[in-house]
T-cell receptor, first 109, second 112 residues
Framework: GQQVMQIPQYQHVQEGEDFTTYCNSSTTLSNIQWYKQRPGGHPVFLIQLVKSGEVKKQKRLTFQFGEAKKNSSLHITATQTTDVGTYFCAGPGADGLTFGKGTHLIIQP | GAGVSQSPSNKVTEKGKDVELRCDPISGHTALYWYRQSLGQGLEFLIYFQGNSAPDKSGLPSDRFSAERTGGSVSTLTIQRTQQEDSAVYLC??????????FGNGTRLTVT
């Protein structure tokens, strides 16, 4: 079945440093979604990418969808303490939506 | 409008007891998902309902787990003869077909 893999599993950064998480699918995706889960909270939708090579920005967050539509990345510029949480990518599959295991972002002030 | 509502928010039960977890999706959302999340871990897919189609039960970890969705709206996840390894947060999400998921706040289940 479809697999969605994310790396790294954990990322420690100093406040102000950049952060990137990578997502790879075993199959070509029609779209990819990104979610953020704050500690103690539930996942919240951030963005959906649909087109091959698409790049979208939300303030300090930049999302990319690969040309082959099998990989994606999320880059945060100049991290802030409010960025703490787990970032999940997800792609549609037979089970509706398959999530990666997430990247835990830990920020040291 | 109201988001996805889950109840109870917390449930402590003794090993061997049955529990029922409820999910009230956003009105009009045809898709409903159940996920399980252990502390610090990812989202483990359990079951997926889409419209009136038969549910995809491929993620249910054992035959002690079952779920139903009545009238295409409210869903109940039932765990029979609970075990300590069932302790986790159970998350429900709903969506329009193929659109982003809206998650509830989850039910934290503790089996003692």
């Amino acid at each position: 079945g479809q697999q969605v893999m994310q790396i790294p599993q954990y990322q420690h950064v100093q406040e102000g440093e950049d952060f990137t998480t990578y997502c790879n699918s075993s199959t070509t995706l029609s779209n990819i979604q990104w979610y953020k889960q704050r500690p103690g909270g539930h996942p919240v939708f951030l963005i959906q990418l649909v087109k091959s090579g698409e790049v979208k920005k939300q303030k300090r967050l930049t999302f990319q969808f690969g040309e082959a539509k099998k990989n994606s990345s999320l880059h945060i510029t100049a991290t802030q303490t409010t960025d703490v949480g787990t970032y999940f990518c997800a792609g549609p599959g037979a089970d509706g939506l398959t999530f990666g295991k997430g990247t835990h972002l830990i920020i040291q002030p | 409008g109201a988001g996805v509502s889950q109840s109870p928010s917390n449930k402590v039960t003794e090993k061997g007891k049955d529990v029922e977890l409820r999910c009230d999706p956003i009105s009009g959302h045809t898709a409903l998902y159940w996920y399980r999340q252990s502390l610090g871990q990812g989202l483990e897919f359990l079951i997926y309902f889409q419209g009136n189609s038969a549910p995809d039960k491929s993620g249910l970890p054992s035959d002690r787990f079952s779920a139903e969705r009545t009238g295409g709206s409210v869903s109940t996840l039932t765990i029979q003869r609970t075990q300590q390894e069932d302790s986790a947060v159970y998350l429900c999400a709903s969506s329009l077909a193929r659109s982003p998921l809206h998650f509830g706040n989850g039910t934290r289940l503790t089996v003692t």
